[in-house]
């Protein structure tokens, strides 16, 4: 088959989306059955039977990991979907041309930036009651700023130029121009930038979760997993640390690829060659 | 109608040398104005201002004796070298049309604007075809002056010559104003019924205020 690149990244998006929807839908549909205790089976080394092993309970490590990435998946959805939407209002604001507004959100971007990011995720999901509650807060309002950042720059520069000012002097209103012109231009940035937030996302619900900020124990996350697997790692029970931490790995580099392909379809400069 | 600009003084920063000094320029409906002058002179500024994209220091410029209009439809519309600079890269040519309401058939055919144009995005069009839809967009009906900003510059001469003899057509039919900056001493002399020179109602460098 004779495939230009671009085709070729499109099925490759394609697939890489396929496979991320595939694992959250095995976590959402396995059922809770195949996590129960089962003290019979307890700490048994990966096998045909559980490829992953299972931990101290008689546990399926391969069905709680799975369940695990689910959860992950969706706290990285809605997080970086609310953080994302978050940055483009603030970006559009801020580029808005009200000198108080832009000089407030830069400061308010480099406050959030100042903090170390898993000290100000603890505190916010801390006060928010921790749980998944806390965690998606936690997340969604402390990944906002690196996009905010590039939307507003990007905004400024399309603001300068003439096909703007021609707008505005055919008697078109900053409202109109910013929905018919700013916005559409501002598509792949976002686009990229939420996909891109996904890895960061998961990343930290599971160190939250796993420094016991974040979810609650007998929620099958992967930072409880990890944190559990360190009970028995000393007891030479490798397997309850490396499959589930090593899914993780390749679940953040997938949304991670995915996020840089579809740049390089989207880039409007070879959008329409 | 008429346009005029009244003692206008210029620079883009206050620790500049003046762009413009004292410049007086008056132009009437139906005239058809050259500005020339040597590059970097402040031509293209002096079109901005005129056209309310820049406000000047000192001095007003005033549409039959009122304040340009600062919101809503300009009576003066601004064409610009770059064609592809002034339109939207990520919008088919029907929007671009549609945006100032001129998606009407007699002004696509005076400008030779072909119907499968319309579906094309810019950057699938020559310089020449994109110039057309600039002009096209600001042949609305509340336009009362034209200002060509070395409009036919970066075309070829054929091209040129058509889209002046258009633009020329449309100017005459309906008594705009139009001002145009050229190099090209040639066209001037073909398209205008005034040829103003720069230099001689620039004021910079006397009284010590001058460039440098």
Sequence with gaps: MNLNRRTKMIVFVGVIFAVLAAVYLAGLFISDDFIAADFSQKGLKPSWEHPFGTDMLGRDMLARTMKGLSVSIIVGTVASTVSAVIALIVGVAAASGVSWLDHFVNWMIDLVMGIPHTVLLILISFACGKGLKGVLIGVAITHWTGLARIIRSEVLQIRSQQYIEVSRKLGHSSRWITVHHILPHMVPQFLIGLILMFPHAIMHESSLTFLGFGLPPEQPAIGIILSESMQYLSAGMWWLAFFPGLMLVIIVLLFDRLGENLKKIMDPYSAHE | ?212
């Design chain 2, 1 to 212: 109608m008429q346009i005029e600009g009244k003692n206008i003084s210029f620079r883009y920063h206050e620790r500049m040398p003046w762009i413009l000094k004292d410049v007086s320029i008056s132009i009437e409906e139906g005239e058809r104005v050259g500005l020339v002058g040597p590059s970097g002179y402040g031509k293209s500024t002096l079109m901005r201002i005129l056209s309310g994209y820049l406000e000047p220091q000192e001095g007003s410029v005033r549409l039959d004796g009122k304040p340009l209009p600062k919101k809503g439809i300009s009576p003066v519309q601004l064409i610009y070298q770059h064609p592809e600079k002034a339109i939207n890269p990520r919008w088919k040519m029907k929007k671009v049309l549609e945006e100032s309401g001129m998606f009407r058939e007699e002004v696509m055919e005076a400008l030779g604007i072909e119907r499968d144009w319309l579906n094309r995005y810019p950057r699938e069009l020559s310089g020449g075809e994109l110039q057309r839809f600039c002009v096209a967009r600001s042949l609305f009906q509340g336009t009362h002056f034209l200002f060509a900003d070395e409009m036919s510059t970066m075309l070829d001469v054929i091209t040129q010559a058509q889209i002046w003899n258009l633009m020329l057509k449309e100017v005459k039919e309906r008594r705009l104003g139009l001002l145009m900056v050229t190099h090209n001493a040639e066209l001037a002399k073909k398209v205008c019924t005034r040829i103003i020179n720069l230099k001689e109602i620039n004021h910079i460098g006397e009284n010590g205020n001058g460039a440098g």
